[in-house]
């Protein structure tokens, strides 16, 4: 059974610092996802990441993926208030017809000003 | 474009009812997933639809059933609510099948409440 873990789960940081937060997964997956999650609101996706080596960054985060390692990173740049909600990462294997994700635990981010 | 879209957007049900969730995909998408998410947690999946049949199934009791619809429209019926039930309900629609990237987009979901 594929399992997806988080770290942090909560994550509390002042603005203006630098952070990442990891996700590791148990089994060989074709696709890593990360998420946003604003309160009450549903998932807003941030990346897609197809390929070992692969890094993607959009504004203040970037996200990479280690395939060996069977880890992604999404890293925190320089971080502002707008950025607090809670990060999800999820993975799914490209078998045929089945589009199954697995997503982790979450990581609460709050940005203190 | 019209995103994915759910009704309703909340519903408060008592223990023992029978509940309907109604999801619409984005224009053109042939996929449906939906997913259950309990207040902090992640998203956990219940079923996908691919061109009205079931492709996949989560670890979820008999008491979750869906269906997908010639316009590609999906339901999830929940019979005998529990209060464990009470959930966001997220619906999300894909393009084609897995053999081809296609990113799966979120609907806004339904707050399920049980009494």
């Known amino acids: 059974e594929l399992k997806v873990e988080q770290n942090p789960l909560f994550l509390s940081m002042q603005e203006g610092k630098n952070y990442t937060i990891y996700c590791n997964y148990s089994t060989t997956s074709d696709r890593l996802y990360w998420y946003r999650q604003d309160p009450g609101k549903s998932l807003e996706s941030l990346f897609v990441?197809?390929?070992?080596?692969a890094v993607k960054q959009e504004g203040r985060l970037m996200a990479s993926l280690d395939t060996k390692a069977r880890l992604s990173t999404l890293h925190i740049t320089a971080a502002v208030h707008d950025l607090s909600a809670t990060y999800f990462c999820?993975?799914?294997?490209?078998?045929?017809?089945?589009?199954?994700?697995?997503f982790g635990t979450g990581t609460r981010l709050t940005i203190i000003p | 474009d019209a995103g994915v879209t759910q009704s309703p957007t909340h519903l408060i049900k008592t223990r023992g009812q029978h509940v309907t969730l109604r999801c619409s995909p984005i224009s053109g998408h042939k996929s449906v997933s939906w997913y259950q998410q309990v207040l902090g947690q992640g998203p956990q999946f219940i079923f996908q639809?691919?061109?009205?049949?079931?492709?996949g199934r989560g670890n979820f009791p008999d008491r979750f059933s869906a269906r997908q619809f010639p316009n590609y429209s999906s339901e999830l019926n929940v019979n005998a609510l529990l209060l464990g039930d009470s959930a966001l309900y997220l619906c999300?629609?894909?393009?084609?099948?897995?053999?081809?990237?296609?990113?799966?987009?979120f609907g806004p979901g339904t707050r399920l409440t049980v009494l």
């Open positions: 999300a629609s894909r393009g084609g099948l897995a053999d081809s990237y296609n990113e799966q987009f």
């Open positions: 999820a993975v799914d294997r490209a078998n045929f017809g089945n589009e199954k994700l697995t």
């Open positions: 990441l197809l390929s070992n080596g």
């Open positions: 639809y691919y061109e009205k049949e079931e492709r």
